[in-house]
C-alpha cells in the first residue's frame, strides 16, 4: 500500500508555491483532491477533461446527461428555496395566546423530526434511491403546511412540525451528500444550494408580511402558498429524479461486487467510528447557533443597545441575511480556488474581527454595514462543512453522516439562542455582542481539528485509488 509523503512545497499551475501540506503518493494534497472517496458518474460531468466524450454518439449522451444532471441541481436548489420559505414563517402567536416558552416548543420539533430523517435516510435510499427522496421528502413538507392551512390546536400543530421537519431533514442531508460528493465544483453547487435556502430566508418573512398586511387576511392564508410550494417541489423533484432509482443508486455507490459486498455488511453506524463525524457535528453545533442566535436577537439588539427603530433594527436582520446570500453563491468559487480549510480559517478570523468592531463602534449605520459582512463571510461555513465530512468518510456513509451532522446543526440552531436569551435575562441583551464572538472563536478552534484527520485517513485513500484504478 503506497504511504504519503510527509511533506512538500506544492506549485499551482502558474508556478506560485503555497505552504507546506500533506501529499497523496500521487502528489496532489488532499486540499485539492475533489473527492478523495470515489466521485459518482454524475460527478464527473462537471468538468474532468480525462472523462470528455471521444465520439459523436458519446458526445450526444454526455450532453445528455448534462443535461440531466443539471435538472436536478436546479430542482434542488428550488427545494432548498422553499425549505428557506417554510421554515422563516410561523406567525401564531396570537392565535394560540401561547406564552414564550410554548411557542418556543415549535423549535425542538425540527430537530426532532431531522434525527427521524438521519435514522432512516439511508433506508430510503436503498430501497427506492434518490427518487424515494425526491417524493418522501416534499410529500412530508406538504402534508405538514397544508395541515397547518387549516389551524389546527396547538398539539396537532406541533405532531406536523414533526413531519415538516422530518420532510426538510430528509431533502437537507440527502442533496448536500449527493452535492458534496461531486468530484468537481462541490463547493459552488453546495453554494448554490445553500444559497437558494438563504434567499427563500429572506423573502418568506417579506412574502408572508406583505400578504398579511396589504391583504388582511389570517396567518394560516400564507400556509396556503407555501402548499403550492410544496405541491411545485414535489413535482418538480419527483420529475428530475425519477431515473435515479434504487437500482441506480447501488450502481454508482457500489461500482464492483466485491465493494459491494464488502459494503453491505457495514452498518450505517459505523459513521459514528469516525472522528471526522463528531468534529463535524459539534462544527455545525456551533455553526448553527451562531446563525440563528444573530437572525433571532439582532433586532432585539439594535432596538435596546442601539436605540435603532424597529425599523432600522429589521432592516440590519434582512441585511444579514442578504450578507449569507451573497457569501453562499458568491464565495464558493473562492474556496474552491484556494481549498476549504484555508478558506473556511480565514472566513472565521475575518467574521470574529468583524464581530469585534460591530461591538466597539456604536453607530447604527456602520453596524448595519458590519452585520452585513459578517452575513457573507458565514454564507459558505454550512457547506463547507459538508465538503469536508464527505472528503474525510467512505462513500458509503456519506448519507447517514450528512444526515446525523445536519440534524445536530439543528439541535444548535434551537438550544444556543435560548441559552444567549437566558444568559442576557441576567447580564442585558448588551452581552449578545460578546457571545457571538465567543461562538465564532470556538467554532474556529472546532474547525482546526480537521486537518488532524487527513494524515490518518491517506493510507485508506491511496488504497481506495488504487483500487479504483485498476478497476478502470
Same mark, same amino acid.
Given at each position: 500500500?503506497?504511504?504519503?509523503?510527509?511533506?512538500?512545497?506544492?506549485?499551482?499551475?502558474?508556478? &506560485?508555491?503555497? @505552504?507546506?501540506?500533506?501529499?497523496?503518493?500521487?502528489?496532489?494534497?488532499?486540499?485539492?483532491?475533489?473527492?478523495?472517496?470515489?466521485?459518482?458518474?454524475?460527478?464527473?460531468?462537471?468538468?474532468?477533461? %480525462?472523462?470528455?466524450?471521444?465520439?459523436?454518439?458519446? #458526445?450526444?449522451?454526455?450532453?445528455?446527461?448534462?443535461?440531466?444532471? @443539471?435538472?436536478?441541481?436546479?430542482?434542488?436548489?428550488?427545494?432548498?428555496?422553499?425549505?428557506?420559505?417554510?421554515?422563516?414563517?410561523?406567525?401564531?402567536?396570537?392565535?394560540?395566546?401561547?406564552?414564550?416558552? /410554548?411557542?418556543?416548543?415549535?423549535?425542538?420539533?425540527?430537530?426532532?423530526?431531522?434525527?427521524?430523517? #438521519?435514522?432512516?435516510?439511508?433506508?430510503?435510499?436503498?430501497?427506492?434511491?434518490?427518487?424515494?427522496?425526491?417524493?418522501?421528502?416534499?410529500?412530508?413538507?406538504?402534508?405538514?403546511?397544508?395541515?397547518? &392551512?387549516?389551524?389546527?390546536?396547538?398539539?396537532?400543530?406541533?405532531?406536523?412540525?414533526?413531519?415538516?421537519?422530518?420532510?426538510?431533514?430528509?431533502?437537507?442531508?440527502?442533496?448536500?451528500?449527493? =452535492?458534496?460528493?461531486?468530484?468537481?465544483?462541490?463547493?459552488?453547487?453546495?453554494?448554490? $444550494?445553500?444559497?437558494?435556502?438563504?434567499?427563500?430566508?429572506?423573502?418568506?418573512?417579506?412574502?408572508?408580511?406583505?400578504?398579511?398586511?396589504?391583504?388582511?387576511?389570517?396567518?394560516?392564508?400564507?400556509?396556503?402558498? /407555501?402548499?403550492?410550494?410544496? $405541491?411545485?417541489?414535489?413535482?418538480? &423533484?419527483? /420529475?428530475?429524479?425519477?431515473?435515479?432509482?434504487?437500482?441506480?443508486?447501488?450502481?454508482?455507490?457500489?461500482?464492483?461486487?466485491?465493494?459491494?459486498?464488502?459494503?453491505?455488511?457495514?452498518?450505517?453506524?459505523?459513521?459514528?467510528?469516525?472522528?471526522?463525524?463528531?468534529?463535524?457535528?459539534?462544527?455545525?453545533?456551533?455553526?448553527?447557533?451562531?446563525?440563528?442566535?444573530?437572525?433571532?436577537?439582532?433586532?432585539?439588539?439594535?432596538?435596546?443597545?442601539?436605540?435603532?427603530?424597529?425599523?432600522?433594527?429589521?432592516?440590519?436582520?434582512?441585511?444579514?441575511?442578504?450578507?449569507?446570500?451573497?457569501?453562499?453563491?458568491?464565495?464558493?468559487?473562492?474556496?474552491?480556488?484556494?481549498?476549504?480549510?484555508?478558506?473556511?480559517?480565514?472566513?472565521?478570523?475575518?467574521?470574529?474581527?468583524?464581530?469585534?468592531?460591530?461591538?466597539?463602534?456604536?453607530?447604527?449605520?456602520?453596524? =448595519?454595514?458590519?452585520?452585513?459582512?459578517?452575513?457573507? $463571510?458565514?454564507?459558505?461555513?454550512?457547506?463547507?462543512?459538508?465538503?469536508?465530512?464527505?472528503?474525510?468518510?467512505?462513500?458509503?456513509?456519506?448519507?447517514?453522516?450528512? %444526515?446525523?451532522?445536519?440534524?445536530?446543526?439543528?439541535?444548535?440552531?434551537?438550544?444556543?439562542?435560548?441559552?444567549?436569551?437566558?444568559?442576557?435575562?441576567? $447580564?442585558?441583551?448588551?452581552?449578545?455582542?460578546?457571545?457571538?464572538?465567543?461562538?465564532?472563536? =470556538?467554532?474556529?478552534?472546532?474547525?482546526?481539528?480537521?486537518?488532524?484527520?487527513?494524515?490518518?485517513?491517506?493510507?485508506?485513500?491511496?488504497?481506495?485509488?488504487?483500487?479504483?484504478?485498476?478497476?478502470?
Amino acid at each position: 500500500m503506497p504511504q504519503p509523503r510527509p511533506s512538500a512545497r506544492r506549485r499551482s499551475l502558474d508556478g &506560485s508555491s503555497s @505552504e507546506d501540506e500533506p501529499l497523496l503518493s500521487n502528489g496532489v494534497s488532499p486540499e485539492e483532491e475533489p473527492n478523495v472517496l470515489g466521485a459518482t458518474a454524475e460527478a464527473s460531468l462537471l468538468g474532468d477533461p %480525462s472523462r470528455q466524450p471521444t465520439s459523436l454518439f458519446s #458526445a450526444h449522451t454526455h450532453d445528455k446527461r448534462s443535461r440531466a444532471l @443539471e435538472v436536478r441541481i436546479a430542482a434542488a436548489m428550488f427545494s432548498f428555496f422553499v425549505m428557506g420559505l417554510i421554515q422563516s414563517t410561523v406567525g401564531l402567536e396570537d392565535f394560540y395566546g401561547l406564552s414564550d416558552t /410554548l411557542v418556543s416548543l415549535t423549535f425542538l420539533m425540527t430537530p426532532l423530526g431531522y434525527f427521524l430523517a #438521519a435514522y432512516v435516510n439511508s433506508i430510503i435510499h436503498l430501497q427506492f434511491g434518490q427518487r424515494g427522496v425526491a417524493v418522501i421528502g416534499p410529500a412530508s413538507q406538504l402534508l405538514f403546511v397544508s395541515s397547518v &392551512s387549516f389551524h389546527p390546536r396547538y398539539s396537532i400543530f406541533l405532531l406536523f412540525s414533526v413531519i415538516g421537519g422530518f420532510g426538510t431533514g430528509l431533502l437537507d442531508g440527502s442533496w448536500c451528500a449527493w =452535492a458534496g460528493g461531486m468530484a468537481k465544483n462541490a463547493n459552488v453547487i453546495q453554494g448554490f $444550494l445553500h444559497g437558494s435556502y438563504s434567499v427563500g430566508a429572506s423573502l418568506g418573512p417579506f412574502m408572508a408580511g406583505t400578504m398579511l398586511s396589504v391583504g388582511g387576511k389570517p396567518w394560516w392564508s400564507w400556509y396556503y402558498v /407555501l402548499s403550492a410550494f410544496c $405541491l411545485t417541489t414535489l413535482v418538480t &423533484s419527483a /420529475l428530475a429524479f425519477w431515473s435515479q432509482d434504487a437500482d441506480k443508486y447501488h450502481a454508482e455507490k457500489y461500482k464492483t461486487p466485491e465493494s459491494s459486498d464488502s459494503a453491505s455488511k457495514k452498518s450505517p453506524w459505523d459513521m459514528f467510528k469516525h472522528i471526522a463525524t463528531w468534529v463535524c457535528a459539534a462544527y455545525f453545533l456551533a455553526y448553527v447557533g451562531i446563525e440563528n442566535s444573530i437572525t433571532g436577537w439582532i433586532v432585539v439588539f439594535m432596538i435596546r443597545v442601539r436605540g435603532t427603530s424597529p425599523y432600522l433594527a429589521s432592516i440590519c436582520s434582512s441585511l444579514f441575511n442578504i450578507g449569507m446570500v451573497v457569501g453562499r453563491l458568491g464565495l464558493g468559487v473562492v474556496t474552491e480556488k484556494h481549498g476549504v480549510r484555508r478558506a473556511v480559517i480565514v472566513y472565521l478570523l475575518l467574521a470574529a474581527i468583524f464581530q469585534v468592531l460591530f461591538a466597539v463602534i456604536d453607530v447604527p449605520a456602520v453596524s =448595519a454595514v458590519l452585520i452585513t459582512m459578517i452575513g457573507v $463571510l458565514l454564507g459558505p461555513l454550512f457547506p463547507s462543512g459538508v465538503i469536508m465530512v464527505t472528503r474525510l468518510l467512505p462513500q458509503h456513509l456519506h448519507v447517514d453522516a450528512v %444526515s446525523f451532522v445536519a440534524s445536530v446543526g439543528e439541535v444548535g440552531g434551537a438550544l444556543l439562542p435560548f441559552a444567549l436569551g437566558v444568559i442576557a435575562d441576567g $447580564l442585558g441583551i448588551g452581552s449578545f455582542q460578546y457571545i457571538i464572538i465567543a461562538q465564532l472563536v =470556538a467554532t474556529l478552534c472546532i474547525w482546526m481539528c480537521f486537518p488532524k484527520l487527513s494524515l490518518s485517513i491517506l493510507p485508506q485513500v491511496n488504497a481506495i485509488r488504487d483500487d479504483e484504478t485498476r478497476d478502470e
